[in-house]
């Protein structure tokens, strides 16, 4: 009797040091998650008590407060491309309205023709338009930054997407006396993607060789063992090496004073939405003709 009282009372004491070992060690742990709120560091949550029990614990809080900092660290650099954005594409805001503005006192004058007062609003109309697309582009372009654009994962045909968004753009090729020279596989090209996504890639990029483009226009899409090939090509007399290698960079542009009729996001826009839908873009310049191509895989 009094050798099962002994072992009693010896359990009931190591079971009192394990629940005490184990209070000192949530306590620790707290006081360290305490220590951690709000801070910058990379500590982490350590077994300050040697107590092994609650290893699985610690490593787990651990990876939740990696995973977490992540985010942050990821938010606030998402913050910061957004504030230099909304910076360097303030004087292309500025620059239309301005022009806007300059033609809207213009027509308060009486002495005006009826030919000048249309062309005085078809100006103000085109910088109206101009403003839109920029804010457009930079609202567009924050949500992809922040991921905030969800991209649906359906089959489409690439072929119809790219000659629909070519045929809204013969308009602007005749503005500009030129016709494009376009070739495009006769069959079905069947895809995995976002219909909006791939619509504002080969708008983004046609857009673009219309605003630095000087002529010479041509685009292809075209069956390759690799997948499917879109290339727009044009030429680029002021054009270097240098330049094709930024021109998926943000605000990157040609345009010297930032006329405001170019955001420089386009082409940023476009070279996210491939990657993130799977394909590859690039861009290069060979006897001063620009060229950039667009692959995406086959639908399986």
Same mark, same amino acid.
């Given at each position: 009797?009094?050798?099962?009282?002994?072992?009693?009372?010896?359990?009931?004491?190591?079971?009192?040091?394990?629940?005490? !070992?184990? $209070? *000192?060690?949530?306590?620790?742990?707290?006081?360290?998650?305490?220590?951690? &709120?709000?801070?910058?560091?990379?500590? =982490?949550?350590?077994?300050?008590?040697?107590?092994?029990?609650?290893?699985?614990?610690?490593?787990?809080?651990?990876?939740?407060?990696?995973?977490?900092?992540?985010?942050?660290?990821?938010?606030?650099?998402?913050?910061?491309?957004?504030?230099?954005?909304?910076?360097?594409?303030?004087?292309?805001?500025?620059?239309?309205?301005?022009?806007?503005?300059?033609?809207?006192?213009?027509?308060?004058?009486?002495?005006?023709?009826?030919?000048?007062?249309?062309?005085?609003?078809?100006?103000?109309?085109?910088?109206?338009?101009?403003?839109?697309?920029?804010?457009?582009?930079?609202?567009?372009?924050?949500?992809?930054?922040?991921?905030?654009?969800?991209?649906?994962?359906?089959?489409?045909?690439? !072929?119809? $997407? *790219?000659?629909?968004?070519?045929?809204?753009?013969?308009?602007?090729?005749? &503005?500009?006396?030129?016709?494009?020279? =376009?070739?495009?596989?006769?069959?079905?090209?069947?895809?995995?993607?976002?219909?909006?996504?791939?619509?504002?890639?080969?708008?983004?990029?046609?857009?673009?060789?219309?605003?630095?483009?000087?002529?010479?226009?041509?685009?292809?899409?075209?069956?390759?063992?690799?997948?499917?090939?879109?290339?727009?090509?044009?030429?680029?007399?002021?054009?270097?090496?240098?330049?094709?290698?930024?021109?998926?960079?943000?605000?990157?542009?040609?345009?010297?004073?930032?006329?405001?009729?170019?955001?420089?996001?386009?082409?940023?826009?476009?070279?996210?939405?491939?990657?993130?839908?799977?394909?590859?873009?690039?861009?290069?310049?060979?006897?001063?003709?620009?060229?950039?191509?667009?692959?995406?895989?086959?639908?399986?």
């Amino acid at each position: 009797m009094l050798l099962i009282i002994i072992i009693e009372t010896i359990l009931i004491i190591l079971m009192a040091v394990y629940i005490v !070992r184990g $209070i *000192v060690s949530l306590k620790a742990m707290r006081k360290q998650l305490q220590a951690l &709120k709000g801070t910058k560091t990379n500590a =982490v949550v350590r077994n300050v008590t040697g107590n092994g029990t609650y290893d699985g614990l610690i490593n787990d809080m651990n990876e939740l407060i990696v995973e977490d900092k992540k985010r942050i660290e990821d938010v606030e650099r998402s913050m910061v491309s957004i504030r230099e954005t909304i910076s360097e594409l303030s004087h292309d805001l500025r620059t239309p309205l301005t022009s806007a503005g300059g033609y809207a006192e213009m027509l308060r004058s009486i002495s005006l023709t009826d030919e000048e007062k249309a062309r005085y609003l078809d100006v103000i109309i085109e910088r109206q338009n101009t403003t839109n697309m920029i804010i457009n582009q930079l609202y567009y372009y924050s949500r992809l930054k922040t991921d905030s654009v969800t991209l649906e994962n359906e089959e489409l045909d690439l !072929r119809k $997407i *790219v000659t629909s968004v070519i045929a809204l753009y013969y308009v602007d090729f005749e &503005k500009q006396k030129t016709e494009p020279e =376009v070739d495009i596989d006769e069959k079905k090209m069947p895809v995995i993607g976002d219909k909006d996504g791939l619509t504002r890639i080969f708008s983004n990029i046609i857009s673009n060789a219309l605003s630095h483009g000087e002529g010479s226009y041509s685009m292809s899409l075209k069956y390759t063992d690799e997948g499917y090939l879109f290339t727009m090509a044009n030429h680029a007399s002021k054009m270097t090496k240098e330049d094709a290698e930024k021109v998926f960079e943000r605000y990157f542009t040609k345009d010297p004073v930032r006329t405001g009729s170019n955001s420089g996001l386009g082409l940023t826009i476009s070279k996210t939405l491939t990657e993130r839908m799977g394909g590859r873009i690039s861009a290069g310049l060979e006897n001063q003709i620009f060229r950039i191509e667009v692959l995406f895989n086959k639908a399986s």
